[in-house]
């Protein structure tokens, strides 16, 4: 029997180690008003080796792509990115005004309080990737994401 539960023990750490390599916190997408056709997700990453996030999809929108923001002089630029690293330790955000989530040519609107099916992949230094598939909340149009005020902007 001992050797049964360790065994069991000892195959639930692999996997789980395997498997748990990023973790995800605080994910939320923004709420749109009818006839929206796009939106932004939002969340934490962290990541126990180097990784890099490679690719995202989403039921609710024909297209999902990962976007980064920045300032160009006094101009807020928006472009796609093919991934987004995830350096060993280290938590990236995906939040407003920086790297983000794209939502785009949605197939209804997203009402605050329901919760939308998300998709991210992320490749290792070894190129396996793992795919971690989340229950996202919507959240109101108002919403700043947690721990944040309206009146306060990410530098």
């Known amino acids: 029997m001992k050797k049964h539960?360790?065994?069991l023990a000892a195959s639930f750490a692999v996997a789980t180690s395997a498997l748990a390599q990023v973790s995800v916190t605080a994910p939320w997408v923004r709420a749109t008003v009818p006839q929206q056709r796009?939106?932004?997700a939002f969340?934490?990453?962290q990541s126990a080796k180097d990784a890099r996030l490679v690719g995202v999809s989403t039921p609710v929108a024909g297209m999902a792509q990962l976007h980064k923001m920045e300032m160009s002089g006094d101009r807020m630029?928006?472009?796609q990115v093919e991934r987004i690293e995830l350096p060993a330790g280290k938590g990236v955000n995906l939040a407003s005004g920086g790297y983000h989530?794209?939502?785009m040519d949605l197939k209804r609107q997203?009402?605050?309080d329901e919760v939308v099916p998300l998709t991210i992949v992320v490749e290792g230094k070894d190129k396996k990737r793992e795919t971690i598939t989340?229950?996202?909340p919507v959240k109101p149009l108002t919403f700043t994401g947690p721990g944040k005020?309206?009146?306060m902007h990410q530098h």
Do not use: R
């Open 149 to 151: 005020t309206p009146a």
């Open 38 to 40: 796009s939106t932004g």
């Open 101 to 103: 989530i794209m939502l």
């Open 5 to 7: 539960l360790f065994a």
């Open 110 to 112: 997203l009402k605050a």
């Open 43 to 45: 969340m934490h990453l």
């Open 134 to 136: 989340l229950d996202v």
């Open 77 to 79: 630029k928006m472009e």
